[in-house]
């Protein structure tokens, strides 16, 4: 059995685990020959990357889409839109299926999502389920610009409760405009925030894929993630061929 419940602007677990104990009581009194095993049966599908909650969606599901122009494309992403989307075509589809991928179909969306959820307080295990995302390219405006979208079926976010009470987290929030619970429309805070997150996510899956369409990712490590001290040293060892 499988509940679905709205639980405003907290994610909801606990909320939704109290529910289905009541329920399991309730039942128990009217069949006392009635086994509770458990009352959760893993078909939930919590902190576990499963079809069901690709299909029935868990937490929140938003697809985020831009289109980018192709000037923007050349002079920012450094590359052009034919080999954008022939590369999400290879590598984000085509290898993602070779490698029997359950909702990974991007390029990196969990980083986003992992950083995201410390910084705002969510559970990082539901990460898990969180970063199921497929990314699509495909170039319009005959050919010359390009659209992205990102679509993300279950999303665990919310804005009261847990970690977002903890001081930095709060301030995350409210950086954001969503902390807390909105008063006006129950709900309305969580799933802004989980549109923050694909918002993210969709910056995040254009920047990578440009960067290895270009050849740069390697570069852009050995730039950003060393300091200038070790790329030295780095730049100094004699070349093996």
């Not at 980018?68 to 450094?78: A, D, N, Q, R, S």
């Not at 589809?93 to 991928?101: E, T, Y």
């Not at 999502?113 to 990460?127: L, Y």
Request: glycine residues 8%.
């Amino acid at each position: 059995m499988r509940f679905s419940c709205s639980t405003g602007d907290a994610m909801g677990m606990n909320m939704v685990s109290k529910g289905v104990q009541n329920v399991l009581d309730y039942l128990q009194a009217d069949f006392p020959d009635m086994d509770v095993i458990s009352i959760s049966g893993n078909f939930c599908s919590d902190k576990k990357s499963a079809a069901v909650n690709w299909i029935d969606g868990r937490g929140k599901s938003v697809v985020c889409e831009a289109v980018i122009k192709e000037e923007v494309v050349k002079k920012v992403l450094k590359t052009n839109v034919q080999a954008l989307v022939e590369l999400n075509v290879i590598k984000n589809l085509a290898g993602s299926a070779v490698a029997g991928a359950l909702g990974g179909f991007n390029a990196h969306a969990s980083n986003i999502v992992a950083a995201i959820f410390i910084a705002t307080g969510q559970d990082p295990a539901q990460n898990v389920e969180s970063s199921q995302c497929i990314t699509m390219l495909e170039a319009i405006n005959d050919g010359k610009d390009l659209h992205v979208s990102v679509t993300m079926p279950s999303i665990e976010v919310g804005t009261v409760g847990g970690g977002t009470q903890l001081a930095s987290q709060s301030a995350c929030l409210d950086l954001l405009g969503v902390k807390g619970a909105n008063r006006e429309s129950p709900g309305s805070n969580a799933r802004l925030l989980a549109t923050v997150v694909a918002g993210a996510v969709l910056a995040a899956e254009l920047s990578l894929i440009s960067a290895q369409a270009a050849g740069h990712l390697v570069q852009s490590h050995m730039k950003y993630n060393r300091s200038s001290k070790a790329l030295a040293e780095e730049t100094d060892k004699p070349k093996k061929c």
